[in-house]
C-alpha cells in the first residue's frame, strides 16, 4: 500500500463517506473553492491505479467506490507515522503529546484503561 498525497486523501474521505459515486458527486461534496472536474477524475484514475478505487460502468460514464478500507489505510498510515517520527514507539508517540502538553493525566489514564479494555477482549 502506498500512501496517499493530500489531494488523494481528500478524494478518498468523501468516497469513504458517500460509500459509491461519481466524480460529480464527489466535486459536490468538495468545499469551495471546488476544483475542476478533471482534476477529480484524474485523482481517482491514481486512486485506481493505486489500488484504492475501482469503477462499475455505466457507458460511458463510471460510479467509483473504495476497495480499501478506511480502517485499513488508517492502520497503515498511523504505522508509517510511528516508524518515520517516533522509532515505531508508541511510547515515544505519547511522550511527545506529553511534552507538548496536548495530553494531561486524565488523557494517559484513559489511554490506560482503554488498553487494559483491549487486553482483556482478545482471547
Request: proline share 4%.
Given at each position: 500500500m502506498k500512501e496517499l498525497t493530500k489531494a488523494e486523501d481528500q478524494v478518498m474521505q468523501i468516497?469513504?463517506?458517500?460509500?459509491?459515486?461519481f466524480v460529480k458527486d464527489i466535486i459536490e461534496k468538495m468545499p469551495e473553492p471546488k476544483p475542476a472536474y478533471n482534476t477529480?477524475?484524474?485523482?481517482?484514475?491514481?486512486l485506481e491505479t493505486k489500488g484504492f478505487v475501482n469503477h462499475n460502468s455505466y457507458g460511458k460514464t463510471h460510479e467509483?467506490?473504495?476497495i480499501i478500507s478506511k480502517d485499513k489505510y488508517s492502520k497503515f498510515y498511523l504505522n508509517n507515522?510511528?516508524?518515520g517520527y517516533f522509532n515505531g514507539s508508541f511510547q515515544n508517540l505519547v511522550s511527545f503529546f506529553a511534552k507538548d502538553n496536548k495530553l494531561d493525566a486524565q488523557d494517559v489514564e484513559?489511554?490506560?484503561?482503554?488498553?487494559?479494555?483491549l487486553k482483556k477482549d482478545k482471547p
Open positions: 468516497l469513504w463517506q458517500i460509500e459509491k459515486g477529480v477524475s484524474t485523482i481517482v484514475r491514481i467509483y467506490f473504495p507515522l510511528l516508524k484513559a489511554l490506560m484503561k482503554q488498553l487494559e479494555n
